[in-house]
Antibody, heavy 121, light 111 residues
Framework: QVTLRESGPALVKPTQTLTLTCTFS??????????VSWVRQPPGKALEWLAL???????YYSTSLKTRLTISKDTSKNQVVLTMTNMDPVDTATYYC?????????????WGQGTLVTVSS | QSVLTQPPSASGTPGQRVTISCSGS????????VNWYQQLPGTAPKLLIY???QRPSGVPDRFSGSKSGTSASLAISGLQSEDEADYYC????????????FGGGTKLTVL
């Protein structure tokens, strides 16, 4: 079955770079149409899309955050990595990775459980 | 402020039918399909409706979606207490570099 799991630090200091890893199973990111995306949710607030990477290694970033984000994949390890530079307390959120099974529908059909990242000195 | 506009709250009694609206523009809902997610308290979001009106396997047919022009709606019939959750609409937005945009979420309360 399809599973995704986020991993990374629970606490980062302001100005530091955050690196999160999404490890998945049950599908291959080399399958045509398949994508993996990152979404975050500050406490008590709405979902916010961050980035996605597709089977062909095309990358898309949130317009408002693209200068701070980098997404990459290691197909052999079934992992997708997101880095976010210059972290600020407003970046405190639960970070989710999710699978997109089709670039046509762009629906996130499987999600990880999320990892809470707190930005504080 | 979210690109897609949803009412912040909705409510209904068990057995009732409720609808949640999602308003966008020509660059998102007007030209791309809409997906809906349900987020129960303390859990990750779950895909509820995709491609405007399709239900993934396992989603009860009490949940339905529709789209017209630059707006979309989620309807829940036969409301149950376990439907109390946050609901989000989402769509691809073709403006600028391309983004996935979410609504601000609607908290559904079952009275």
């Amino acid at each position: 079955q399809v599973t995704l799991r986020e991993s990374g630090p629970a606490l980062v200091k302001p100005t530091q770079t955050l690196t999160l890893t999404c490890t998945f199973s049950g599908f291959s990111l080399s399958t045509s149409g398949m994508c993996v995306s990152w979404v975050r949710q500050p406490p008590g607030k709405a979902l916010e899309w961050l980035a996605l990477i597709d089977w062909d290694d095309d990358k898309y970033y949130s317009t408002s955050l693209k200068t701070r984000l980098t997404i990459s994949k290691d197909t052999s390890k079934n992992q997708v990595v997101l880095t976010m530079t210059n972290m600020d307390p407003v970046d405190t959120a639960t970070y989710y990775c999710a699978r997109i099974r089709s670039v046509t529908t762009m629906d996130f059909d499987y999600w990880g459980q999320g990892t809470l990242v707190t930005v504080s000195s | 402020q979210s690109v897609l506009t949803q009412p912040p709250s909705a409510s209904g009694t068990p057995g009732q039918r409720v609808t949640i609206s999602c308003s966008g523009s020509s660059s998102n809902i007007g030209s791309n399909t809409v997906n809906w997610y349900q987020q129960l308290p303390g859990t990750a979001p779950k895909l509820l409706i995709y491609s405007n009106n399709q239900r993934p396997s396992g989603v009860p047919d009490r949940f339905s979606g529709s789209k017209s022009g630059t707006s979309a709606s989620l309807a829940i019939s036969g409301l149950q207490s376990e439907d109390e959750a946050d609901y989000y609409c989402a769509a691809w937005d073709d403006s600028l570099n391309g983004d996935v945009v979410f609504g601000g979420g609607t908290k559904l309360t079952v009275l």
